[in-house]
Structures are given as C-alpha cells and as structure tokens.
C-alpha cells in the first residue's frame, strides 16, 4: 500500500484575512503561488498512481504549480459549507456566539449556494473519497489536493476518529502531510510540512529516484 499525499492549497486574500471559505471560488494571491511552488521539492521522487484535486479554483491553481498535472476534479474534496458563515471570521461570529466553535457548533444554513453542513455531513464526503481512491491507494501512493478542514476531517476519518476530531490538526496553506500504514494500522506519516528539509539522503516526505512527482495515467 502507497502512502496518502494531502496537500492543502496555497493562500487566498481570504485565508490571508482568516475568513471561512467553503464554497467561494478564490485564485492564488501572489503569495499563494509562491507557496504552491514550493510544494513541488516536497513531492520530488514521487510517483502518483492517482492525483485528486478539489474542483475549486485554488485547488487546481495549486495543483498545477506544484507539477501535479493531469490531476482529477473530485467534488467530494471540496472545502467545508460553512452556510451562513461563509467569508466571516471567527472573530466576528464569536461577537454574536461567545465561545462558538465550528467543529462542535456547526454552522447555520446559509443561501442556496451555501446551505451549510456538519461535521459528520463533511466526514460522509470525506469516508466516500477514501472508499474511491482505495484501489489506486492499494497499488502506490494517491495525492489529494484540497482545504484544510476538508483534509483535517478526512485524516480523523482515516484514524478512526469522529469527523470532530479534525479540530486537532492545525494544517497551513501551501503544506504537505501524509497518511499511511504501520503493522496493519492507519497511521499519521507526517504532518503539515511546508519547506524542504534535507535529512540524510533525501527528504523525509521523499522517495527519491530521480524523478519529480508523476501521476500515472489511468
């Protein structure tokens, strides 16, 4: 079995601005790019047997500049709906809700285009996007370019954890994790890696073979 490769997207004005973007479809600010750029030494050695991509602009823009090409739109991988709480801060919910959390409070429904979900309507998404990619993941090792709550869901799910649990992770725009097997068991590889780090022969996020990161075509 291959290791599971999450990366989250670079910076957007919103994320810069620590606004809840579920939905909202934003590109890279400059800073953004850079961070997506620098992805790519992260991968070096590696090859994908399937690359998935949220389908929201600055997943894909992430994808591209880390040289994840020929990477798959999946809806599954899509941010968090945060409803009525889509483009506000934290600060400013917690103005009107004290306390408010969104890994126990959930969110209110929003407009149409932002009914809002809960945690376990997220972790639903998150078990049926491991269900899919678990063939390719049996063969070699599987990218996943999304959000960072979706992402922080889907490694509770892999651990076994309630979709709540996410709320442990911390995970930064532009970063790489890893998600494998130790002894038959889930287990975290690393997590929320963001610059390269030579250690001994290679990096640790690395199986370096003298290729850049590659997705098989499938």
């Known amino acids: 079995m291959g290791e599971l490769v999450l990366i989250r997207h670079g910076q957007t004005e919103w994320s810069r601005q620590r606004r809840h973007t579920g939905r909202t479809d934003l590109p890279l600010t400059e800073e953004g790019q850079r961070q997506a750029g620098a992805v790519r030494p992260l991968l070096a050695g590696r090859r994908f047997e399937l690359v998935l991509t949220s389908p929201l602009r600055r997943a894909t823009e992430t994808a591209e500049l880390a040289g994840l090409f020929g990477a798959v739109p999946q809806p599954d991988l899509m941010e968090w709906d945060y409803g009525a709480y889509e483009g506000i801060t934290t600060a400013e919910i917690r103005r009107e809700r004290p306390g408010w959390n969104l890994w126990t409070d959930g969110v209110p429904t929003g407009p149409p285009e932002h009914p809002g979900e809960s945690p376990e309507q997220v972790g639903v998404r998150a078990e049926r996007a491991l269900t899919e990619l678990a063939p390719a993941l049996a063969c070699g090792d599987v990218a996943l370019v999304a959000h960072s709550h979706f992402l922080r869901v889907l490694t509770a799910r892999w651990l076994g ?21 130790e002894r038959e068991r889930r287990v975290m590889t690393s997590w929320n890696r963001s610059e390269p780090r030579t250690e001994g022969k290679g990096h640790p996020l690395s199986r370096d073979d003298g290729r850049g990161a590659e997705a098989k075509s499938r």
């Not at 954890?161 to 097997?181: I, Q, W, Y």
């Open 161 to 181: 954890l309630p979709a709540s649990a996410g709320a442990l992770f911390r995970l930064d725009t532009g970063s790489v994790s890893t998600l494998g097997t």
